[in-house]
């Protein structure tokens, strides 16, 4: 597979990690949500993200998990999380994913980060750790890292650390950053690639905004392929029709502390993989969640064959 460009679009579905009951690795549904995602229409993967249990893997485990993926997904371009704490993590994680052939990585910025001048820092000195000329998705996420990058500590990283291609927009509120984006690109700054996360949360208005698509994983991610399709070909009310068939289920699935529970749940009633496990500290959803989800996915069945 080739490695990621500022040109990358569509969808890029989060994987997650599935574990059995006792917590050990499930390799055989590894596998089958490997394909699962491929054949749900998915341009790439990316693994070793946050819903992907990242932290309750060790090096060892993450090495293992990404050699399976790149080798499973062949062509299809698979991007590597690997943030840590530290810059050594960074570069050994890095050089080993890369070597296994892996389309670039993702790196989120440590807590801790208070100023502009800090992260703009930070990335550089990240993106060095990562490797020469491995390209480098940055994740905003400030919900979860509590890093806040401004409009201006963006804009300059992109400026400085050309290695950034990617920007995995989860702000929020946010649109307004894509926005800037874009306008700071049409005065001249080079592009990058945009794709948002939040579960696709906000994927249509995103994707109007100037959003090249989505990387973030959804129980449903037929409902992402279909979307940034429809909304790139200009059917927009169809794009929404179908999101909003969707919509109580993605907005269920973001809820802290029990969107992985959920979306494990859903991944299992489908078959995609064989339990709900989530590693420990975590824990899977109970009863009257998964009632609720149940109840959900029925609905949201019904209003699909409405739709057509």
């Known amino acids: 597979m080739g490695l990621l460009t500022s040109d990358a679009a569509g969808v890029y579905v989060i994987s997650v990690t599935p574990f059995a009951p006792d ?5 055989e549904s590894l596998d089958r949500v490997t394909d699962f995602y491929l054949e749900a229409g998915a341009d790439g993967l990316t693994i070793l993200g946050m819903m992907g249990e990242a932290p309750k893997l060790t090096q060892a485990e993450a090495r293992e998990v990404a050699a399976r993926v790149i080798a ?3 062509e299809v371009p698979v991007v590597v999380g690997v943030s840590a704490p530290g810059l050594a993590a960074i570069s050994e994680l890095s050089a080993a994913v890369m070597d296994m052939g892996a389309a670039g990585v993702m790196i989120a910025p440590p807590g801790g980060l208070a100023t502009d001048g800090q992260v703009v820092g930070y990335y550089a000195n990240a993106a060095e750790a990562a490797g020469q000329g491995v390209p480098v998705v ?3 996420f400030p919900l979860s890292t509590k890093v806040q990058i401004s ?7 992109v400026e400085t650390v050309p290695q950034i291609v990617m920007l995995k927009h989860e702000d929020w509120p946010g649109l307004s950053k894509i926005s800037a984006v874009r306008a700071a690109e049409a ?3 080079r592009r990058i690639s945009i ?11 995103e994707m109007a905004r100037g959003a090249d698509g989505a990387m973030t994983g959804f129980g449903f991610p037929e409902m992402m392929v279909d979307v940034v399709r429809l909304m790139r070909a ?3 009310d169809r794009a929404q029709d179908i999101f909003d068939a969707y919509l109580p289920l993605v907005r269920y699935e973001q809820q802290p502390g029990v969107g992985l529970a959920v979306r494990k749940h859903v991944l299992a009633s489908r078959g995609i993989i064989a339990s709900p496990a989530v590693r420990k500290p975590g824990a899977p959803a109970d009863a009257a969640v998964r009632a609720e989800v149940d109840r959900m996915i029925a609905r949201q069945t019904a209003r ?3 739709l057509g």
Do not use: S, Y
Request: with cysteine; proline share 3%; charged share 25%.
């Open 304 to 306: 699909l064959a409405e």
């Open 23 to 27: 917590g050990a690795i499930d390799w």
């Open 187 to 189: 005065e001249g700054r």
């Open 195 to 205: 794709l948002c996360g939040n579960g696709g949360l906000f994927l249509p208005e």
């Open 234 to 236: 200009g059917e927009v």
């Open 151 to 157: 409009d201006a500590a963006l804009g300059r990283i």
């Open 72 to 74: 499973r997904a062949g």
């Open 138 to 140: 940055l994740q905003d």
